[in-house]
């Protein structure tokens, strides 16, 4: 999934509200609407989130 996330063409420093939307376009309308797939939603944009928040600490880390 890191790859998904790098695919995601998100600075480091967006907001977790834009890497959210830039995850939502990359599903499909039928996975974005379809409540049976909810859990997988939800697990996808979890995945996104914690690449992302380990990015943020990377790029803190280094810039220290």
């Keep these: ?3 998904t996330y790098l ?3 998100v600075t480091v420093w967006a907001s977790s ?3 959210i939307r830039a995850a939502r376009r990359k599903l499909t ?3 974005r609407r379809d409540p049976a797939k909810r859990e997988a939603r939800k697990r996808f944009y979890r ?3 914690e690449h992302h928040a380990n990015a943020q600490r ?3 880390d280094f810039r220290l």
């Design 1 to 3: 999934m890191y790859g």
């Design 7 to 9: 695919r995601l063409d």
């Design 17 to 19: 509200r834009a890497m």
């Design 29 to 31: 309308r039928s996975a």
């Design 47 to 49: 995945e996104m989130l």
């Design 58 to 60: 990377l790029v803190a």
